[in-house]
C-alpha cells in the first residue's frame, strides 16, 4: 500500500528564517512525486512534480528536492505570503497510478 | 481559461436527502477524480475515471455514485447523505497518468 507521511504537522516561521518541511514516502515504483500548496478555503494549486532521485525544482522561494525515500520542500527567506498548507502526494507506477495524499504541513509564517 | 469548476460551494442536506455534485473541466483532460478532505485526514480518494464512460473506486467510494459520459463533466452523487459525508468534496482532472492535477476550489457539505 502507497504510504505519504508529512512532517512536521505545523511550522512557524519568522519571515526570512529558512527551513524545509519533509516528505516520506513508500510506493511500488514512483511514477511522480507533486507538491500542492493550499490556502484556507482553497483547493490544492500545483507547484512541482519529480520524477526521479537527484532531481531538484525551484519557483520562486521554493525548492523541492527527491532522494529515493523522500523529498524536501526547501523555503529560503519565507513571507507572510507563503502562509498555506503544503501537501505532497505520490503516484505508482502501477495500474492507474492515483495519487495518495500526505495529510499536509501548516505553514504560518509571521512578520 | 476556466480549468476544474466545482458547483456548488456550499449546501446543507438533510439526513437521507440526496444531492449531486457537479464538477466539469475545460482541459480536455482524461483522467478525473473526486476527493474528500477531512480536517487532518488529508485527501482521500473517491472514485475516479480515466476517460469516458470508465470510472473505477478509490479508497472511500461507500454510499457515492459516479458517472462519466462526457470527457468534460464527473458528476458526483450521494444518494442517502449520512452526518460521516460531512466534509470537503474536491474534483480534480489531469492529462495522463504521470502528469499533476488540477483542483478545482471546493464543495462544503453538511449533513444535519
Known amino acids: 500500500e502507497d504510504q505519504v507521511t508529512q512532517s512536521p504537522e505545523a511550522l512557524r516561521l519568522q519571515e526570512g528564517e529558512s527551513s524545509s518541511l519533509n516528505c516520506s514516502y513508500t510506493?511500488?515504483?514512483?511514477?511522480?512525486l507533486f507538491w500542492y500548496r493550499q490556502d484556507p478555503g482553497k483547493g490544492p494549486e500545483f507547484l512541482f512534480t519529480l520524477y526521479s532521485a537527484g532531481e531538484e525544482k525551484e519557483k520562486e522561494r521554493l525548492k523541492a528536492t527527491l532522494t529515493k525515500k523522500e523529498s524536501f520542500l526547501h523555503i529560503t527567506a519565507p513571507k507572510p505570503e507563503d502562509s498555506a498548507t503544503y501537501l505532497c502526494?505520490?503516484?505508482?507506477?502501477?495500474?492507474?497510478?492515483?495519487?495518495?495524499f500526505g495529510k499536509g504541513t501548516m505553514l504560518l509564517v509571521s512578520p | 481559461n476556466a480549468g476544474v469548476t466545482q458547483t456548488p460551494k456550499f449546501r446543507i442536506l438533510k439526513i437521507g436527502q440526496s444531492m449531486t455534485l457537479q464538477c466539469t473541466q475545460d482541459m480536455n483532460h482524461n483522467y478525473m477524480y473526486w476527493y474528500r478532505q477531512d480536517p487532518g485526514m488529508g485527501l482521500k480518494l473517491i472514485y475516479y475515471?480515466?476517460?469516458?464512460?470508465?470510472?473505477d473506486k478509490g479508497e472511500v467510494p461507500n454510499g457515492y455514485n459516479v458517472s462519466r459520459s462526457t470527457t468534460e463533466d464527473f458528476p458526483l452523487r450521494l444518494e442517502l447523505a449520512a452526518p460521516s459525508q460531512t466534509s470537503v468534496y474536491f474534483c480534480?482532472?489531469?492529462?495522463?497518468?504521470?502528469?499533476?492535477?488540477?483542483f478545482g476550489q471546493g464543495t462544503r457539505l453538511t449533513v444535519v
Open positions: 475515471s480515466v476517460g469516458a464512460g470508465i470510472t
Open positions: 510506493v511500488s515504483g514512483l511514477r511522480g
Open positions: 480534480a482532472s489531469s492529462y495522463g497518468r504521470g502528469t499533476e492535477a488540477f
Open positions: 502526494a505520490v503516484r505508482p507506477n502501477s495500474g492507474y497510478s492515483t495519487l495518495t
